[in-house]
């Protein structure tokens, strides 16, 4: 791997911005949400993933409305 990245500058780092992005989102999600799966079978544990994935995804959402004073508009059914 020294070697990819000592010949291979841009493309190593490209990579590894996109895996330290995923790891610090794994990270937020666990701080948030806890590391343990309370479900028993596995798919109700690949959905209570999923679960705390939109879950987080939409808290992100939210906090970065308040910082940015972003008001949502939402359209009329009229």
């Known amino acids: 791997m020294f070697h990819y990245y000592s010949y ?6 490209k990579r590894y911005h996109q895996r330290s992005n995923v790891e610090t989102t794994f990270s937020m999600m666990k701080a948030k ?9 596995p798919v109700a544990q690949k959905n209570e993933v999923l679960c705390k ?21 939402f359209w009329s059914t009229e």
């Open 33 to 41: 949400f806890g590391d343990k799966v309370r479900s028993k079978t």
């Open 8 to 13: 291979h500058k841009e493309a190593f780092m």
């Open 53 to 73: 994935a939109l879950c987080h995804n939409i808290a992100c959402l939210i906090q970065s409305m308040y910082e940015l004073n972003i008001r949502p508009e």
